[in-house]
């Protein structure tokens, strides 16, 4: 091999490092988008989201979350899309990568545990993050979920911000 072909080598190497250690989801990219059916259950979120009660608490290790509606459509739509988001995230899939807090929640989420209740009106949420970072990543996007349940489409073309880079 020569010099000039070993340095080619070496660049490609290093460029592959880096692209697979960009992230860690599967998919450096994010994958394939959003589902159809997913984005309905968001969508019907954000239009509900008058109808929704969160209470978010902190725990020291991230945090627990109930949230529910009377109207037992959007209850239903809560638990189908925690259900599609967590299927999304354990696959190595992302969402919203172009917003900050969403991008650093999918690289750290294999470093949280998520304990997932149905309730008879919603969904009932535990998380506990495994290292110092995945506790405040966890509790940064369960403040950006309940400014969704706050705000509704007014909150979904912002970018929230990262809490660890
Ligand atoms: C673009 C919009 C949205 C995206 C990309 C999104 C994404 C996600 C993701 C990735 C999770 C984590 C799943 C897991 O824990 O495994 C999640 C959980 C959750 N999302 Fe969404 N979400 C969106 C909108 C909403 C809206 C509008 C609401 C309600 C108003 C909502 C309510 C929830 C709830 C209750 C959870 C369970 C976690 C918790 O209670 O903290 N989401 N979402």
Not at 19 to 48: N, V, W, Y
Not at 64 to 81: C, G, I, M
Request: with cysteine; glycine share 6%; hydrophobic share 35%.
């Amino acid at each position: 091999m020569n010099t000039s072909s070993s340095a080619q080598t070496l660049i490609l190497a290093l460029f592959a490092g880096a692209t697979l250690s960009s992230s860690s989801c599967a998919q450096p990219k994010g994958g394939p988008g959003m589902p159809a059916e997913a984005r309905e259950q968001i969508h019907a979120l954000f239009d509900a989201h008058d109808k929704i009660n969160r209470d978010l608490k902190l725990t020291a290790e991230g945090y627990t979350a109930l949230t529910e509606s009377d109207d037992p459509k959007v209850a239903a739509a809560l638990k189908k899309h925690v259900k599609q988001m967590q299927a999304r995230l354990g696959e190595g899939l992302s969402v919203r990568r172009w917003d900050p807090a969403f991008a650093e929640y999918c690289d750290h989420y294999a470093e949280m545990d998520h304990q997932f209740t149905p309730t008879d009106k919603g969904v009932r949420m535990t998380v506990k993050g495994r290292t110092a970072n995945a506790v405040k990543i966890a509790q940064n996007h369960a403040k950006v979920v309940s400014a969704f349940a706050a705000h509704g489409w007014s909150e979904h073309d912002k970018k929230h911000d990262t809490v660890t880079r």
